[in-house]
């Protein structure tokens, strides 16, 4: 049995804010600590169910934020950027299931330190529905009919993935208070909380369905501000729709859409505002 586990940093346990998940902050050494141990509980509980393979995909940022000689001797560990399919790596229908951990809830909703993908995103659309970052990585999954078996993160990315996912496990490590506020388990209790989690995840595997995408998905991404849409819409095969700040991309399946939004993504990150 493999399982694939997807590392983000914002809902980490007692993270509240970006001092803590940016690299030039003086926070940031505590936070990758806590990432690290936090997913050591999940490996380990993995392997003690009977997983034979644990791979890790760091997913924040740089993706360079875990730290190798802390972790759990048996994973196997992605890191570093670029990756073709960032955030989900090398996932393929060789795992019995995904993980994702540390999530936080999609751009323009409650939830702390909440975004999809880069700040200049408002919202990401998959025909018609508004999806995050975790809608996303588990469209990609379901391709290739992986279901994604539990989420930890703050409250409201759990809230989100239960909508999402029909039977999920859930693990939520701290409850919002605002964007840059929270009320956290110890990493202590989170680590408990997380071992008793990922087990019963696994013991519900059967009855979690992979989440099947559509077969030829239309993406937009509505982006905060006109300069970011004329920036993403240099990409081939992209409309910039009238009036509007949301960019239109017909892809032929998943996987291309996922590229798709990472292209424009980057190339939205150019816009200055003055």
């Not at 600590?33 to 009977?50: C, D, L």
């Not at 995103?121 to 469209?139: H, M, Q, S, T, W």
């Amino acid at each position: 049995m493999k399982l694939y586990l997807s590392v983000d940093m914002e809902g980490i346990t007692g993270l509240p804010d970006h001092t803590f998940v940016d690299s030039d902050k003086h926070n940031y050494d505590r936070g990758r600590r806590i990432m690290t141990k936090e997913t050591n509980h999940v490996i380990s509980a993995a392997y003690q169910f009977g997983c034979d393979e644990v791979l890790v995909n760091d997913s924040h940022s740089k993706m360079n934020n875990l730290l190798i000689e802390e972790l759990h001797p048996d994973a196997l560990l992605i890191t570093g950027d670029v990756k073709p399919f960032s955030m989900v790596q090398s996932l393929d229908d060789t795992y019995t299931g995904a993980m994702f951990l540390g999530y936080h809830a999609r751009a323009a909703q409650f939830g702390v330190m909440s975004h999809s993908m880069i700040f200049g995103v408002r919202n990401f659309y998959i025909d018609d529905k508004p999806v995050g970052e975790l809608g996303l990585n588990a469209y990609v999954a379901g391709h290739y009919g992986v279901p994604v078996l539990m989420v930890a993160g703050d409250d409201q990315a759990c809230r989100e993935a239960q909508k999402l996912i029909p039977n999920i496990t859930t693990a939520p490590v701290k409850q919002t208070i605002s964007r840059s506020a929270v009320k956290s388990l110890t990493p202590s209790k989170a680590g408990e909380l997380l071992h008793t989690q990922t087990t019963k995840a696994l013991e519900n595997r059967s009855k979690v369905d992979p989440l099947v995408p559509p077969k030829q998905p239309t993406l937009r991404i509505e982006f905060t501000n006109y300069g970011e849409a004329e920036w993403a819409s240099l990409m081939p095969g992209t409309e910039l729709e009238p009036n509007s700040t949301t960019v239109k991309f017909k892809a032929k399946d998943i996987l291309e859409a996922y590229k798709a939004m990472l292209v424009m993504t980057e190339l939205a990150m150019h816009t200055t505002f003055s």
